[in-house]
């Protein structure tokens, strides 16, 4: 596979390239997800329940082995509950917007018109349509398979940090007195370099998973493969490509992207919503359309680089599958 920055480089020129008014259908098809998400992620009426929930978490993790001082357990507690009901909260629009817009960003955006066709002539409407038509099933069973995917790649990484905590504690490497806090400075520091290796641990965990489940989510959207195959067939390819890392790097840029809206979001709308005293002013109402329009951009050039990533991985397999094959011709010559 190539380096991140090529693939990154190689997914805007698509993007800007092939920008045309049936690919612009696409942002305009994501961004009631996109507001849905930036709504989900920080309005107060989401935010009690995900503190209500963060604290039975954190009970749960204290009783299962997590030493009490450990700033990775508020993290993961905290960064856990604020998630999974923002994604709760969010889940009929990704489930239906954002993978109809996914559909139309792949199919309008990052596949090429043929080489006879010239470079203004576009597939109608009603083919484009029909593209659509056709991905939305293996991709809406590929987003119902990647949710689970997600969920056990966290339960794995709980196992794994659950394991390495409590194989520490029964070591005495944590040396936890009375009341679960640390006997000495020592400990603590102990306690604080396992949690930093659990965050970076989490963190590249989940990094990898999500790279999957977005290179699924192409696959179903070319193949027409959903479910488990297009999955099975994600990881495969970035075994087989023997570059994962360019994957999840190629990603890095969107997700920065992302996180910046979502933070736009919050500083532009949310702030002087709670300043005001929860009343929306047209100014505010703007900003907000403005900002979810940007991240429902984001998520279409995420989409592209996750096509990129695709087709570089598919060519790689395939120069891969030659190699052996002409191996294979050389040895029988012998």
């Known amino acids: 596979m190539g380096s991140a920055g090529k693939v990154v480089r190689t997914a805007l020129h698509a993007f800007f390239r092939h920008y045309h008014p049936w690919s612009s259908a696409a942002s305009l098809l994501a961004l009631p997800f ?38 990775l357990l508020f993290l993961l507690s905290h ?30 955006c990052c596949s090429p018109p043929p080489q006879r066709r010239r470079r203004r002539e576009y597939p109608p409407l009603a083919a484009a349509a029909e593209l659509v038509r056709a991905s939305y099933p293996a991709m809406a069973r590929t987003q119902v398979v990647n949710c689970l995917a997600l969920l056990l790649a966290n339960a794995a990484v709980f196992a794994a940090l659950l394991a390495a905590f409590n194989a520490a504690e029964a070591l005495n490497l944590l040396g936890s007195g009375g009341g679960g806090a640390p006997s000495s400075s020592g400990d603590g520091r102990a306690v604080l370099a396992l949690s930093a290796a659990g965050v970076i641990v989490y963190s590249v965990a989940m990094a990898n998973a999500s790279a999957v489940c977005n290179l699924a989510t192409v696959i179903a959207a070319a193949e027409g493969r959903g479910g488990a195959d297009a999955l099975l067939k994600a990881v495969l390819m970035l075994l087989r490509a023997g570059d994962a890392a360019t994957a999840v790097a190629a990603s890095l840029p969107a997700s920065l992207a992302a996180a910046a809206a979502e933070a736009l979001f919050q500083l532009r709308v949310m702030r002087p919503y709670a300043l005001s005293g929860g009343r929306v002013t047209p100014g505010m109402l703007c900003e907000g359309i403005l900002v979810a329009y940007i991240h429902a951009m984001i998520c279409v050039l ?24 002409l191996d294979g011709k050389e040895d029988l010559r012998v």
């Open 79 to 108: 960064r856990l509950s604020h998630r999974a009901c923002a994604f709760l909260a969010a889940l009929p629009f990704s489930l239906s917007f954002l993978l109809l817009a996914k559909a139309c960003a792949f199919h309008h």
């Open 34 to 71: 996109s507001a849905a998400a930036l709504l989900s992620r920080s309005h107060p009426a989401l935010l009690a329940p995900s503190s209500s929930l963060s604290r039975r978490l954190r009970r749960a993790l204290v009783a299962a082995g997590f030493p009490p001082a450990s700033q």
């Open 302 to 325: 995420d989409t592209v680089v996750t096509a990129m990533v695709y087709q570089t991985c598919k060519a790689s397999h395939s120069c891969h599958l030659l190699e052996l094959e």
